[in-house]
Nanobody
């Protein structure tokens, strides 16, 4: 059973930074693709960034240049470094991992950007 546990969310002022972590249980983590998604109140869940098993990355236009996704295969962990945060980044952030066509989700972590 693959489980994902996110951490690192919280309240931050505009212009601040946070780093989210997603710990993935199970074997073969280096073969997983992974991504971060977010869902704001009243809105659909949207992709923020994703990273392949070969470390290829993609970003939503709204976060390019501000967010960085990375992975540490030795720790079975995916990270999302978020800089220059804006109020519109406020959302619940979810981690997703994909292995052999099957997707696994974490429970989400709240990020609130407010003064």
């Amino acid at each position: 059973q693959v489980q994902l546990v996110e951490s690192g969310g919280g309240l931050v002022q505009p212009g601040g930074s946070l780093r989210l972590s997603c710990a993935v249980s199970g074997s073969f983590f280096s073969s997983y693709a992974a991504g971060w998604y977010r869902q704001a109140p009243g809105k659909q869940r949207e992709v923020v960034a994703d990273i392949s098993s070969r470390d290829d990355t993609n970003y939503a236009d709204s976060v390019k240049g501000r967010f960085t996704i990375s992975r540490d295969n030795a720790k079975n962990t995916v990270y999302l470094q978020m800089n220059s945060l804006k109020p519109e980044d406020t959302a619940v952030y979810f981690c997703k991992a994909v292995f052999i066509g099957r997707a696994y989700w974490g429970q989400g972590t709240q990020v609130t950007v407010s003064s």
